[in-house]
């Protein structure tokens, strides 16, 4: 048996970072930039007023109490014209927010703070008095002043969310390079697994609850799941459903079931007979603690879980996060902390999973409440925590007060964070 940080180490050091591909923007969210990205354009791309109001000349501040003539009209998407002059006079256009500046106007005063004194005959202004002094770039957004020409906006890595999207979409990108998604395979043992909701469940049967749990978190961390298949308690099902897998070229193999000590814990056996390099069978995490993960040459990652529902979940969060990860590109999570409100005594030289609700206190800090059914097969307790809180190996007793590390329920989530109790 070997502990949690060196277990995760040799798999790594097994992981390789997946192949780019061109993805159109409006298809990108949840993905992966493969490489950087560079503003092919300014954001601003022109000078234009943040407000409505109207544009004048004020590189020579104007006074509070100026009065200026009213020559035009500019609205968003109008071509700019030049700033017109009467009699030496500087005078206003009427602008509207978004609108570019005519060329020689520098500077926007807001509709609300001037004063008309005279209007056309067709009702639009013709003369204004400023109630404020009026500088030179007042309420002007300058080109350039969100994204300038040529830096970069996107570090490979980078995860596409809707924010991202807008701002591409802003720059006239509409085509990146992303990674390409992990592509996985997961087998369910266990002849006692029903995969088919849908029928009645015979007294000696149970619904398989981690195939549709393992879907449903590994496509949220970014994954293909190219196929989910629940097979009985022989050797020789699992093999098939492997072979497939690897027929399949998958990325990465999630099991669960059959991975410990018993007779009818076949996994290891039969991934030996697939010449597998194994490279580890047993981490000191609780729980979890039988887990086993092979390299196949030329083939696929396997990660091989034990079946109970919370070995199953906590694998996923640390063990097949951390390798989707490595495999896009993105590198390693940063560490959250909470206060511990619910003292612990952790098994020495195991590291604990546990899972926690999550509140602010009113000293302003989260504070981590761990729940009081942490047997793995409880389910319930899991769909109801905010968090993971770790243990490490050497955590000692940890009393109320004490600061401990959390992680978020799921990948790509952040905490929940509840209030206060």
């Known amino acids: 048996m070997i ?5 995760l180490e040799l798999l790594l050091a097994q992981t390789c970072r997946l192949p780019a591909e061109l993805c159109a923007l409006d298809e990108a969210t949840g993905r ?10 300014a954001l601003p791309s022109f000078d234009h007023a943040a407000m409505d109001g109207y544009a004048l000349f004020a590189v020579k501040p104007l006074p509070a109490g100026s009065e200026h003539a009213v020559y035009g009209s500019q609205a968003a998407g109008d071509v700019a014209g030049k700033a017109q002059h009467v009699d030496g006079e500087q005078d206003a256009c009427e602008i509207m927010t978004g609108a570019r500046l005519h060329e020689g106007l520098d500077a926007v005063v807001a509709l609300e703070r001037t004063e008309c004194l005279g209007t056309h005959a067709d009702g639009k202004p013709a003369r204004i008095r400023l109630r404020d002094p009026l500088h030179a770039g ?9 994204v ?16 991202q999207v807008m701002l591409l979409a802003a720059l006239g990108i509409s085509t990146l390079e992303v990674v390409r998604r992990p592509r996985v395979a997961i087998i369910c043992t266990g002849k006692e697994l029903q995969a088919d909701a849908t029928q009645p469940l015979a007294a000696e049967r149970i619904h398989n609850s981690n195939g549709p749990y393992l879907c449903a978190a590994l496509a949220a961390a970014g994954a293909q799941v190219l196929f989910c ?9 699992f093999a098939d459903a492997l072979q497939r897998a690897i027929d399949a070229s998958v990325d990465l193999v999630v099991s669960t079931g059959a991975v410990s000590m018993g007779r009818y814990d076949f996994v290891p056996e039969t991934l030996r007979r697939f010449n597998v390099q194994l490279l580890f069978h047993k981490v000191a995490i609780r729980p979890g603690k039988p887990l086993l993960c092979a390299a196949m040459a030329n083939g696929p990652l396997i990660i091989a879980l034990p079946g109970t529902p919370m070995a199953v979940a906590a694998g996923m969060r640390f063990v097949v996060v951390p390798v989707m990860r490595a495999m896009t590109g993105q590198g390693s999570e940063h560490a959250l902390f909470a206060v511990l409100d619910t003292p612990q005594q952790p098994k020495a030289g195991l590291r604990h999973f546990l899972r926690a609700n999550l509140h602010q206190g009113s000293d302003g800090q989260l504070h981590a409440t ?3 059914q942490q047997q793995p097969f409880r389910i319930r307790p899991f769909a109801d925590a905010d968090v993971w809180v770790v243990l490490p190996e050497d955590a000692g007793d940890c009393p109320a007060g004490a ?16 209030s206060s109790p």
């Open 3 to 7: 502990d949690y940080t060196k277990a």
């Open 403 to 418: 600061r401990v590390e959390i992680v978020s329920l799921e990948a790509h989530s952040p905490p929940r964070v509840r």
């Open 138 to 146: 007042d309420n002007v957004r300058y080109t350039g002043s969100d």
């Open 148 to 163: 300038a020409l040529g830096v970069e906006v996107m570090a490979a890595g980078t995860r596409i969310e809707a924010a």
């Open 370 to 372: 761990i729940s009081n």
């Open 32 to 41: 992966v930039l493969a490489s950087a990205i560079t503003s092919p354009i």
């Open 229 to 237: 298949e629940t097979v009985d308690d022989t050797a020789i099902t």
